[in-house]
């Protein structure tokens, strides 16, 4: 299958197709959510990303993104379902336009939880986000805003809708250090608003909520195919600009694992 298609994305570069696939299996020592550690056993996090590029209209985009127990382990360290296989499974459209170094991205994100009793008593939610990433040879800068409008908002922006937003801010960096060998890390800081935190983090008050930074090495094995590793820190903000730690346990983790990347 491999090389089936990676003989499939030369052909598709020869022929500049508009159309792309960005592939990849994660495999983590746990899976970590916006300062939050849902599961601190092994998981693989598997997903596909189809693009059609429209030139000066943008392009197109759909995102599917699933996450996999690898533990049968149960406990207060695993906040998703036990038993082993999916648990996660989100689907995200998405449409990007870029304005110079200055990309803006708007899509939806569809999350689901098989084996919640999906659809009758489900807990599956959908967000609302738009990006705008500003790329330079120095630092990347990005800032996202997500509107959750079934899990955390009342209703499509019922009232003030800031109090139902999480925003993050992140700065990203890659360096080539040879022909097929590319290192990169990033720091980023999310804040959620006073709803938003009441729901997710069971903390009253608007405030910053999570941090996280993490270094990457990617190597390049094919044209198409890398492999990779990742580590990061993550945690959750307390104090008078951020979370209520008596509502939440400290969540601070170090987690990691590797990454193969399929790009045709």
């Known amino acids: 299958m491999l090389c089936s298609l990676t003989a499939a994305g030369a052909r598709a570069e020869e022929e500049k197709s508009p159309l792309s696939f960005d592939v990849r299996t ?22 596909a990303i189809a693009t059609l590029d429209a030139k000066d ?16 382990r149960s406990g207060d360290s695993k906040e998703t379902r036990t038993g082993g296989g999916i648990n996660v499974l989100n689907l995200t459209p998405s449409y990007t336009k870029n304005f110079g170094p200055v990309g803006l991205t708007v899509g939806n994100i569809f999350y689901t939880f098989p084996g919640d009793g999906y659809p009758n008593n489900s807990k599956s939610t959908y967000e609302l986000y738009t990006a705008l990433v500003y ?42 250090l ?63 600009c951020g979370l209520n730690r008596h509502s939440i346990s400290p969540d601070e983790i ?11």
Not at 26 to 47: E, N
Not at 57 to 72: E, I, T
Not at 141 to 166: E, Q
């Open 178 to 240: 040879g022909e097929r060998l590319t290192a990169g890390g990033s720091v980023l800081a999310g804040w959620g608003g006073s709803r938003y935190n009441a729901v997710r983090y069971r903390s009253p008050g608007e405030g910053l909520a999570d941090y996280q930074a993490s270094v990457n090495l990617s190597y390049a094995l094919t044209d198409v195919f890398s492999v990779g590793a990742t580590l990061a820190y993550t945690g959750l903000i307390g104090g008078t």
């Open 135 to 176: 790329r330079n040879p120095v630092v990347t800068p990005s800032l996202s805003v997500y509107y959750d409008y079934r899990g955390v908002g009342g209703g499509f922006l019922d009232g003030n809708p800031l109090k139902d937003l999480y925003a993050r801010a992140a700065l990203d960096k890659s360096v080539r």
């Open 26 to 47: 994660d495999i983590y020592s746990a899976y970590v959510w916006r300062g939050k550690a849902l599961d601190k056993h092994a998981v693989m996090q598997p997903s």
């Open 57 to 72: 209209y943008g392009s197109f985009s759909l995102k599917v993104w699933s996450n996999w127990d690898l533990s049968q």
């Open 254 to 264: 170090v987690w990691g694992g590797l990454n193969l990347r399929l790009v045709f």
